[in-house]
């Protein structure tokens, strides 16, 4: 029920924006050097010899090197972004049940679109480093701890939505895991 409230809260401070569209109006974004954007996430994997889900956080920076453009005649920047994550993964399967930790260091090109003042779209796309460690109990057919590197597309859509100039809500969908944060623009 509150996510619902929540939900409706939102729709109805976009609401009264629908008038003032800023896509057709290049560079009327917020001037910024870098976001720092924390967040919680859910991560994935359906690789063998075991399918497995996780949660984790982490941090995310980027920084835009074109403010206005590439297409000069909308409201869009991109940016280079760069990122530290943690995340836990368990899987419970007829052998026994596994959990890994892993580490990853996405790096991606961030192309944002400013349709509202207050709401953004982007797409992201790029590459993910993955560390991954295992934590074997009862497990069976692991023999002892091992871990494994993967460098991995990276690929994500989302949107901000903007409480003030300078602070956001983030909502990411995508590869290797989907992100909840909060956007500081600095």
């Known amino acids: ?10 729709s109805m401070s976009i609401v009264p924006e ?37 949660l984790g956080a982490g941090v995310r920076a980027t920084i835009p090197f074109l403010q ?7 409201n869009n920047n991109m940016g280079l972004g760069l990122g ?48 991954w460690w295992n934590t074997p109990y009862l497990c069976t057919f692991c023999g002892g701890y091992t871990s494994t590197n993967q460098l991995d597309v990276a690929l994500a859509a989302g949107g901000r939505f903007m409480v003030t100039e300078r602070f956001a809500f983030l909502l ?3 590869w290797p895991y989907v992100s909840l944060g909060a956007v500081i623009q600095l």
């Open 18 to 54: 629908l008038g003032f569209a800023q896509i057709g109006q290049p560079g009327a974004h917020p001037r910024y050097t870098a976001d720092l954007e924390p967040h919680v996430l859910a991560d994935w994997d359906n690789s063998p010899p075991c399918s497995s889900d996780g």
């Open 172 to 174: 990411r969908l995508g």
């Open 84 to 131: 530290a994550d943690y995340a836990h993964r368990w899987a419970n399967h007829c052998t026994g049940i596994v959990s890994a930790n892993g580490l990853i260091i996405p790096v991606v090109l961030q192309w944002n679109f400013f349709l509202l003042r207050r709401l953004s779209v982007f797409g992201e796309a790029g590459v993910a480093w993955q560390h």
């Open 68 to 74: 206005d453009g590439p297409v000069p005649g909308i």
């Open 1 to 10: 029920m509150r996510l619902a409230s929540l939900a409706v809260i939102l």
